[in-house]
Structure formats: structure tokens, C-alpha cells
């Protein structure tokens, strides 16, 4: 019975969180139209800016708090690929608002599709057609065009959200790949909690609390072959989710 409850105000929450985020996203969505003007990078560094106020006023009004650990991993370190765990569909719009600096992400064709959030968040994102080879040959090429305007690439290696419940899903090459040809650092960020706030199952069940972001320290490209970095990074990952992930 407790547990018929529990989800039937998980939905309810749910719910409301949906409503929340549509209603300040119409409010927020005049302040993105200086995207259409603004080159890059200032157009990203605008686009963070104003994602960062938006997700900062929606995660206050659903009742979660956020908070970032490690920030000083990014001092004296250039352009580099962020690679971020992905457990919830929370996960896409609170990480690049809430990273030390602007960054664009890898995102799939399909999200340009969702009614005035694909348009919203393309302007931050390199897309991708997975299914197509010359769009995914493309957009290795945007992603380091990305990384020589002097703004951070931000990759989730699994691919798609860890339904599993394992702390990690294996990685793909893709953000190893482009390290490796960049010879840019890997900076791992791992993300606590999103799974337990807004998770896989059960479908549209939303739990306010703490959502917190971990900086881990930087891992250097030289040296490295794909398939070896890949392996450092996820073992990194995987040993901090398991020690630090809250109960």
C-alpha cells in the first residue's frame, strides 16, 4: 500500500515538474533568440548563461538542490572533453548549465524534434545522426572546431541512460577517439542521485532532493591509446559513483 502511494505522488511530482519546466521554458525562450545573432563562441557562452538562471529557477521551484564539487579541476586546463555519467533524463539539462565553463554537447537528431526544447537545445549542441556515417563523420568535425574556439566538449560515453544497475554502462570510443586525435584532456564528471530523482522505472516518477555534480581531476591524452584512456576513465568513474553514491 505505502508503495502504491509513493508513486502515485512520485507522478503527481512528476507532473507538476513537467509543468514547471514547460511554463518557465516559454518564459526563459525571449532571452535565447540572441542566439539567431551571436557568433561563436559568444553564441554558447550566452546559451549557457541563460540555461544556467533557467535550470537554477526550475530545480529551486521542484524542490532539488544542486551542488558541484571540484570545480578547481578546471583551472590551468584548456579546452577539454567533459565526459559525464547518464542515469536520468534530468542529466541532459542540468549538466552543461552547471559546469564551470561554456561547453557545447553531442546530441542526437531526434531531440531537435521535441516542440521549442530541440530548438532551444541545438543552439548548444553539436547534432548527430547516428544512424547516418557521413552525419557522424560530420560532427567529429564540429566537435573539434568546437575545442579550437576555445569552449569544452561535453560527452555522455554510455551512449543512452544506464537502466542497469550497474554504476556505469561500457563506454563508447567516440570522446576517447576525438582526445586522442586532439591530444585534449579528459575531464570525468560524475552525477549523484539523478537516477533516484527522476528515474527509468517507474515511467514519469519524479522524487525532489540533491543532485550533486563531482569534478574529478583531469586525465592527460598523451600516451594514451582510445581503447587505454577509455578504460582509465571508466574505471575512475565507476570507483567514485560506488564510493560516493548516496544511499
Not at 529557477?57 to 567533459?82: D, Q, S, W, Y
Not at 563523420?137 to 566537435?143: G, P, Q, V, Y
Amino acid at each position: 500500500m505505502k508503495q502504491k502511494i509513493n508513486l502515485y505522488i512520485g507522478r503527481i511530482l512528476a507532473c507538476w515538474a513537467l509543468l514547471v519546466f514547460a511554463s518557465t521554458m516559454f518564459l526563459f525562450i525571449w532571452f535565447y533568440l540572441l542566439c539567431f545573432i551571436l557568433q561563436e563562441p559568444y553564441k554558447t557562452r550566452w546559451h549557457r548563461a541563460v540555461s544556467r538562471i533557467w535550470m537554477g529557477l526550475f530545480l529551486a521551484i521542484v524542490g532539488c538542490r544542486f551542488t558541484v564539487k571540484g570545480k578547481h579541476h578546471f583551472e590551468n586546463v584548456g579546452p577539454a572533453i567533459v565526459i559525464c555519467n547518464h542515469n536520468s533524463l534530468i542529466d541532459v539539462p542540468v549538466s552543461t548549465p552547471f559546469l564551470p565553463r561554456a561547453n557545447k554537447t553531442i546530441a542526437k537528431k531526434s531531440f531537435i524534434y521535441v516542440p521549442i526544447f530541440g530548438w532551444i537545445y541545438q543552439f548548444g549542441s553539436v547534432i548527430v545522426d547516428r544512424k547516418n556515417d557521413q552525419s557522424r563523420r560530420t560532427s567529429f568535425e564540429d566537435m573539434k572546431r568546437v575545442l579550437n574556439s576555445g569552449l569544452d566538449m561535453l560527452i555522455y560515453p554510455e551512449g543512452t541512460r544506464n537502466k542497469t544497475s550497474e554504476p556505469l554502462k561500457s563506454f563508447y570510443d567516440g570522446a576517447f577517439k576525438l582526445a586522442v586525435d586532439t591530444q585534449k584532456p579528459i575531464l570525468p564528471v560524475v552525477l549523484l542521485n539523478t537516477k533516484k530523482i527522476l528515474p527509468a522505472y517507474p515511467i514519469m516518477c519524479f522524487k525532489p532532493g540533491k543532485i550533486q555534480m563531482d569534478i574529478l581531476a583531469p586525465i592527460p591524452t598523451e600516451g594514451h591509446t582510445v581503447q587505454s584512456l577509455k578504460q582509465t576513465a571508466f574505471d575512475i568513474m565507476s570507483a567514485h559513483y560506488k564510493t560516493n553514491n548516496p544511499v
